[in-house]
């Protein structure tokens, strides 16, 4: 079973302006003499992203299931859908294709009670397998405020995707160095982690805390950005992760944010086909950690 552990769904009223114009910027450098924001802006990956879709692309790339992690920064700018209504839409449309997607919440801790409440209605409901969670929108995980998070989370015995690496426009990057779980990892040894992206440019980070805490994972996603120019990049990251951190390293595409610059079926062959590691390592790349964190 091939399972992509790391993509997303929405519709364009559920991002704040201020996060969908600081996604849209890299697209818009590269266009030095066309202003393409109109285009861009109502076109793929920036406006409806429908659980149809997803599964078109799982179908043509050849995944069997596909982690949904709904991205909340409404603590950053107040959306025209709010968290709430995100979440109920990200769960209604999962059960659309029950063995085909699985939602996770995707709440900011900061919203304390609010996020607490949250995450009972949603595990009381539908039993979610994890929750994504996004430090640059403003929180450190080591936070006071957030023990009562991390006891929900704990007690719920959820499996956390944490962002990590690149954040644009009005979001604070430092936040999302991976060394800021620390803490967090000590007081709750049970706990999965998944660091997504490697941690991009804070991978040292992720290799760090991996050498003492075999509970952290991290997922590849976002590492095609390197393609089609520096594929030998790609392996040399990935074989670097494997080094470290042997199974735990989890086969994502961040879909569809990468879509316009490399086609996620190119993506999924690329690793299907890996040259750098046993068949063995690449089964529970492509699905096999994730089916034991999921316990599906």
């Known amino acids: 079973m091939i399972i992509d552990?790391?993509?997303?769904m929405w519709l364009r009223p559920m991002y704040p302006d201020v996060i969908i114009n600081a996604y849209l910027e890299p697209w818009l450098a590269m266009s030095e003499f066309?202003?393409?924001?109109?285009?861009?802006?109502k076109s793929f990956p920036t406006s409806e992203v429908r659980p149809d879709l997803l599964v078109e692309f799982m179908k043509q790339g050849g995944v069997d299931r596909s982690v949904v992690l709904p991205l909340d920064f409404g603590l950053v700018q107040e959306p025209k859908v709010g968290v709430e209504e995100f979440n109920d839409w990200i769960f209604e449309s999962a059960a659309i294709y029950p063995d085909?997607?699985?939602?996770?919440?995707?709440?900011?801790?900061?919203?304390?009670?609010?996020?607490?409440?949250l995450m009972r209605k949603y595990f009381a409901k539908f039993e979610p397998k994890g929750i994504k969670i996004y430090p640059p929108n403003g929180f450190y995980p080591y936070e006071e405020r957030l023990k009562p998070f991390w006891k929900e989370v704990s007690d719920m015995g959820l499996v956390v995707v944490s962002h990590a690496g690149a954040s644009w426009g009005p979001l604070d990057e430092e936040k999302s160095r991976p060394i800021h779980f620390r803490s967090v990892l000590d007081k709750y040894p049970d706990l999965r982690l998944i660091i997504a992206h490697l941690g991009g440019k804070y991978r040292a980070d992720t290799y760090e805390l991996a050498k003492e805490y075999d509970n952290l994972y991290t997922d590849c996603s976002a590492l095609q950005g390197w393609l089609p120019a520096e594929p030998q990049m790609v392996k040399d990251r990935l074989t670097e992760a494997f080094s470290v951190m042997g199974d735990r390293v989890i086969f994502g595409t961040d879909w569809p944010l990468f879509d316009l610059s490399y086609p996620y079926e190119s993506w999924c062959s690329f690793?299907?086909?890996l040259d750098i590691c046993s068949e063995g390592r690449r089964e529970k790349l492509l699905g096999g950690t994730m089916q034991k964190l999921l316990g599906i």
């Open 5 to 8: 552990g790391h993509v997303h």
């Open 34 to 41: 066309l202003d393409m924001t109109e285009e861009i802006e």
């Open 100 to 117: 085909k997607l699985i939602p996770f919440m995707g709440i900011d801790p900061g919203r304390g009670e609010q996020a607490i409440r």
């Open 271 to 273: 690793v299907r086909e």
